[in-house]
């Protein structure tokens, strides 16, 4: 499955292409923010495979969020936090 989860920026670090740190409800990764240079530290931003590739406002992060953690292997698979889930595809 291949999910773009928001997140929040909480480190820009100095480095070409553009990269931070993003908080993904509690887990943090580092991002290429180059697809998304308007992201500052504090923004919300959508990340698909390790590219933030597009912001968003908190509102729509947090209902995101909320039907994420609905379905929990959906975070813990994309994030790699844990073993992905048995069953058939």
Known sequence: MCL???GR???ILDADPR???VDFDGVRREVCLA???EAGLGDFVIVHVGFAIST???EEAARTLAVLRAIPDALRTEL???EES???A
């Open 56 to 58: 968003v406002d908190e």
């Open 19 to 21: 990269m931070g740190v």
């Open 4 to 6: 773009g989860i928001p």
């Open 86 to 88: 048995g069953g058939a």
């Open 35 to 37: 697809y998304a240079p």
């Open 9 to 11: 920026v909480v480190e």
């Open 80 to 82: 790699g936090t844990g």
